[in-house]
């Protein structure tokens, strides 16, 4: 039954539909992953967002390309920041409405065959990030959320459990440094190993540890890219996430290369006692 008055439009959930588009984006990009895989196996170097050198596949400007066109046809007029595109201009971050992609988070990860990487995509309205998905192919994991309507994992509402572990990832190389490691220590979480920001996240989501961190250091940053559907799935999901300052991560201007460090937790009862474990 029709209940539109005459004249009356149709209200699309454009956070629902981006979602929709952005799982079409992920089905995609598994077909430009299995293609590189069965050719040449090529890696570049590029220059990332921290001047420092970085690798890069054809893979990651593939799917990077794949988002934007499929994107594209749901809003023309909505802009996309992305890492592959990105040439130090941060006006797409004013705008009211526009997408974020990362292609690959982890592909250091993803070239040396290992299963910690993920497609990350969300779209970002007034500021904030209403719909986000993170895709782990190897794994075939993939966590979504629109904002209010919580947070699903392979399409099943997440429910945390507080089980108690106490673990908290951390990245491979910063672990090594004694500054961090007696941070760690003292927090009397046990510190596991994960290397990307995403994959930290998704084992955060699934309860494989508690908390999740990344301290600052020179020539380092977490980008927008890396975290903006990190914080609407942690969010949803009914944890916390700030950075190590625990201000809540930027989503608008050249604060988007955050330098500052992230604290994640699934309960926020844990992170404002992390925060003070862990500020270096």
């Not at 895989?37 to 990651?60: C, P, Y």
Request: charged share 25%; with cysteine; aromatic share 8%.
């Amino acid at each position: 039954m029709n209940n539109l008055k005459e004249g009356e439009e149709v209200k699309v959930d454009f956070p629902e539909q981006a979602l929709q588009s952005f799982l079409e984006i992920n089905q995609l990009a598994v077909t430009l992953v299995n293609e590189w895989r069965s050719g040449l196996h090529n890696v570049f170097t590029k220059t990332n967002a921290n001047g420092v050198t970085d690798v890069i596949t054809e893979v990651d400007r593939g799917i990077e390309r794949l988002a934007i066109d499929t994107l594209q046809k749901i809003a023309p007029d909505v802009g996309v920041f992305g890492e592959e595109n990105f040439k130090y201009d941060f006006s797409t971050t004013l705008n009211p409405q526009y997408f974020v992609v990362d292609p690959i988070d982890g592909t250091k990860e993803f070239v040396r065959g290992s299963s910690e990487w993920s497609i990350s995509l969300c779209l970002v309205e007034n500021g904030k990030p209403t719909a986000a998905s993170v895709y782990m192919p190897d794994k075939q994991h993939l966590f979504t959320a629109v904002s209010g309507k919580g947070a699903k994992f392979n399409g099943i509402r997440l429910q945390p459990k507080n089980d108690n572990p106490k673990r908290i990832g951390v990245s491979p190389r910063q672990i090594k440094e004694e500054l961090f490691r007696t941070a760690i220590d003292d927090s009397g979480f046990e510190p596991i190993m994960i290397s990307a920001l995403t994959p930290k996240i998704c084992a955060l989501l699934r309860g494989e540890v508690d908390a999740a961190v990344y301290f600052p250091q020179e020539g380092q940053s977490a980008a927008l890219w890396d975290y903006a559907a990190s914080v609407l799935l942690v969010s949803e999901a009914g944890g916390q996430i700030t950075s190590l300052c625990g201000n809540e991560l930027p989503f608008v201007g050249e604060g988007v290369i955050h330098k500052k460090g992230w604290l994640a937790t699934r309960f926020p009862s844990d992170h404002s006692r992390l925060l003070s474990c862990l500020k270096i």
